[in-house]
DNA sequence: TCTTGACCTGGAGTCGGCTCCAAGTTATAC
DNA sequence: GTATAACTTGGAGCCGACTCCAGGTCAAGA
């Protein structure tokens, strides 16, 4: 079955995956916590232990992370990464595709904000006019934390 | 009350500034809380009134915000918004290049879970190989799929 | 005069997404 | 046999960005 099967103990430990992942150890177990990933398997002293497969599932989290997608809205994304023949779920075939569309649209957006910034260099300054963008005003994207 | 205050050319009440806008009055008084936005002139009666150029500022938050920038980090981009040749501010349009450069990696990213999306869905299924992203250099595997 | 409605202020509460901590367990190293 | 390190858990705290509220002012209308 999946490569971690071959190798029967071993698998990455929760520093190991952090690492792999660049996901802290504190937000890999918050994620489990959440729901967001499933239950890690574990070893006899009930340590966690994480295969490929999982590190993938966690690529993923920070790849749509990136795109401005909530935790809550990965979900049905992350279900679908496991087994999925995915012409056997109709709805989340459906789901996906409007997904996309979005997405779609917000590189249309981001585009016409490089548009925008590429002629206010131009011209020296930012007037007015600034970026006319689609009509829905409302958008979600990274809010970003540092220190 | 002098004309001005009657006249339809004093200014735009935060009612009219939210809808036209798309920001809740809330949250633009927020914003001049925060100092993001300076503190609105005021009628007699201390009701705020805002300019076509405010608005304008205002859009302008919208518009970066869409780009993931957060309230901090915009700061800058709205002291000198209005007028301002950007030529005379190389600091600012520094910064406004490496913002640029940020959303064209955000398009990058997005162009990626779109075509995570499409090898899904042509595929019905699809093992590791989702989205790699920039930043960190963790070595490509193998990406092999079983099967 | 009384009510309504748009506005004001300061401050508290909420939510998502972490991030940190204390106290406990187990394994290995010296 | 004790120190160290890597983990476990539940829960508290934090930050950004709102969002809501109580209590007050003011102007116009029935």
Redesign the pocket.
Known sequence: MSLADKNPVSGY????TAERTGI????I??YE?IGLLPR?Q?K?????IYSEQDLEMMKLITCL?KTGM???DMRPFLNLSLDSDLSQYPELHEMILTHKQKILEQIASLQQVVDFIDNKVEQGSLGPQACELTGDTRRRMP?R?K?
């Open positions: 430990s929760i520093k190991e802290t150890e504190d937000t177990r918050y916590k890690a574990r006899g002293n009930s340590h966690r992370k909530s935790l809550d809010a934390s220190r």
